[in-house]
Every structure is written in structure tokens, then in C-alpha cells.
């Protein structure tokens, strides 16, 4: 089956550092995307890894190792706008694109 | 970036009905549209994978007699709730990706969120 491991919770303070860990456990990969959801409104696409390594825009990188099947988000210089859910989630259907999505971690920002 | 809207944003409806949702890929033709549903607090589902011209592809457990989909052109896929009972009541929500574009961003629509009475 399909599974994606995440922290259901983070708590961080405004201007701070926060990582969000990833581990998936699915029958193909193709790459990892990272989604921000704020509530009653849409996922909007932050970041996707193909490949191992580490990619970076602006306050967001995102990091994956396929050997280790896991990944992470990192958000620095954390605002009080990026208090929101975030969720990994595996393309993993051959040419189909669907996404399998993690559970979602719910970022929550303290002044 | 490529925006992807749905109609409607909500709606309410009475057991044993049937509810219409389209989404519209606004700025680029999709030939291939996803339909997730989301519970609060609970993450996304992929539900089906809409195909232009041809018959959708259903996840394991999704029913296709009570989602019925329909793709009817490259820029609109429509999804029919047949029946609709109050445990439909969801967050449905559309993506697309740009077939131009080479990242594997998909643009997701605004949702709609549906209440069965």
C-alpha cells in the first residue's frame, strides 16, 4: 500500500527555522511535491524533488533522499501567514500524475 | 501561475439528489484532470483521474456509478455526485498540470464544498 509519515503538529516562533519531515513508503516514485493549505482554501504547490538533494526558493527548501525513501520541508524566517497545513505528497502513477498525499502537518506560528 | 477554477464554491443539497461540479483549467488546456475529496482536518484523496475524451480512471474504493465523470474538453471536467447521501458531504477540489509547463506543479481549483442534507 501507499503510506506517507508526517507530524501531525509543529509548533515554531515567528522568525524562526521549522523543518517538516516526509517518509514514504509507495509502489513507484517519480518525485515529491510539498502543498501549503491555509483553511477552507486550496493546496498551492511549494516545491517538487525528482531527484536527491536539496532545492531552495526563497524562505522554502525542500530536500529528498530515495534511498532513505524521505524528505523535508524547511521553512526559515517563519511569518505568522505561514501558519497553515503542509502536506508531501508522492507522484507515484507512471505517466498519470495523481498525487498520493501525506496526512498533513498543521504549522502552527507563535509570536 | 495557470489558474484552475471550480463552480460551485459550495452547496447545499437533500439526500437522494444529484449535485454537478465542474472545473474549468482557465489559462492552458488540461488533457488530464484530477478529482480529490478532503474531510476536515483530514488530508487529500484522490478520488479519479479524468481523461479528455476517454473514461476516467477510479481510485481503489471509489465508486463510478456514484462519481460520474466527464471530461468533455480540454479545458472542463465535470463531476456528478449521483444519490448524494450526508456521508458525500466533503471538500472536493480539482487539479490540473500544465502539459507546458516542465515542473510537475498541479494547480489545484478553489474547492467545493458540499453539504447533503
Given amino acids: 500500500g501507499q503510506s506517507l509519515e508526517q507530524p501531525s503538529e509543529v509548533t515554531a516562533v515567528e522568525g524562526a527555522i521549522v523543518q517538516i519531515n516526509c517518509t514514504y513508503q509507495t509502489s513507484g516514485f517519480y518525485g515529491l511535491s510539498w502543498y501549503q493549505q491555509h483553511d477552507g482554501g486550496a493546496p498551492t504547490f511549494l516545491s517538487y524533488n525528482a531527484l536527491d538533494g536539496l532545492e531552495e526558493t526563497g524562505r522554502f527548501s525542500s530536500f529528498l533522499s530515495r534511498s532513505d525513501s524521505y524528505g523535508y520541508l524547511l521553512l526559515q524566517e517563519l511569518q505568522m501567514k505561514d501558519s497553515a497545513s503542509y502536506f508531501c505528497a508522492v507522484r507515484d502513477g507512471g505517466g498519470a500524475d495523481g498525487l498520493t498525499f501525506g496526512k498533513g502537518t498543521h504549522l502552527i506560528i507563535q509570536p | ?117
Fill in chain 2, 1 to 117: 501561475g495557470a489558474v484552475v477554477s471550480q463552480h460551485p464554491s459550495w452547496v447545499i443539497c437533500k439526500s437522494g439528489t444529484s449535485v454537478k461540479i465542474e472545473c474549468r483549467s482557465l489559462d492552458f488546456q488540461a488533457t488530464t484532470m484530477f478529482w480529490y475529496r478532503q474531510f476536515p482536518k483530514q488530508s487529500l484523496m484522490l478520488m479519479a483521474t479524468s481523461n479528455e475524451g476517454s473514461k476516467a480512471t477510479y481510485e481503489q474504493g471509489v465508486e463510478k456509478d456514484k462519481f460520474l465523470i466527464n471530461h468533455a474538453s480540454l479545458t472542463l471536467s465535470t463531476l456528478t455526485v449521483t444519490s448524494a447521501h450526508p456521508e458525500d458531504s466533503s471538500f472536493y477540489i480539482c487539479s490540473a498540470r500544465d502539459p507546458n509547463m516542465v515542473s510537475y506543479e498541479q494547480y489545484f481549483g478553489p474547492g467545493t464544498r458540499l453539504t447533503v442534507t
